[in-house]
């Protein structure tokens, strides 16, 4: 896999148990925590950064696909947390993600099949699936515990849209190889 595709809210980051256009800023950091006008913690999940970090070094294409209401304050806090510099490219915009994913898809240049798109919905998963997107529906924000996708999710003809559905799984991954299970996609 090449290009690599993040959602936001509950994917890369936790907005304070909601979504970053329900939040208040300006945004503040408070001990080295980031915080809303109305005390929300805004944070990113554990293993975000090394994510990114990792597959940026393997020469992977990082995008963002968000489909907030309020772009600006997601690229407020995407700076704020130092992560805009490991994205190529960046769609954030309200609509159905199959137009950001087919927007990726054009800069890049590349077959939809060799896109990985993580997202925490299963409204955009079930969208973006069927345009070959290889697709990844995320628990409880990234994570390195997630490794390849289950053989057979994305065979042809699959009825039951749910199969279509790439889970995690949690193996000991991280004691027997880190990260590398994560670069298999
Ligand atoms: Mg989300």
Not at 100 to 111: A, D, F, R, T
Not at 120 to 125: L, T
């Amino acid at each position: 896999m090449e290009v690599f595709v993040f959602d936001l809210d509950f994917t890369i980051w936790n907005a304070g148990d909601t979504f970053c256009s329900e939040t208040s800023p300006p945004y503040f950091w408070n001990d080295e925590q980031l915080f809303d006008q109305q005390g929300r913690w805004i944070r990113l999940y554990p293993d975000s950064v090394g994510i990114l970090k990792r597959l940026k070094k393997a020469g992977k294409i990082l995008a963002v696909a968000s489909r907030t209401n309020e772009p600006e304050w997601a690229k407020q806090l995407l700076q704020l947390f130092d992560i805009e510099k490991y994205f190529d490219i960046m769609e954030i915009y309200p609509g159905s993600k199959v137009t950001h994913l087919k927007n990726i898809q054009e800069k890049v240049g590349c077959p939809f099949d060799q896109i990985v798109f993580f997202d925490d919905e299963e409204r955009n998963i079930q969208e973006v699936s069927l345009t070959g997107v290889k697709c990844v529906y995320v628990k409880n924000g990234l994570s390195f515990n997630y490794t390849s996708l289950k053989k057979g999710h994305y065979k042809k003809g699959l009825k039951n849209i749910k199969q279509k559905i790439g889970y995690f799984q949690t193996n000991n991954i991280k004691s027997e190889r880190p990260g590398k299970s994560f670069l298999r996609f």
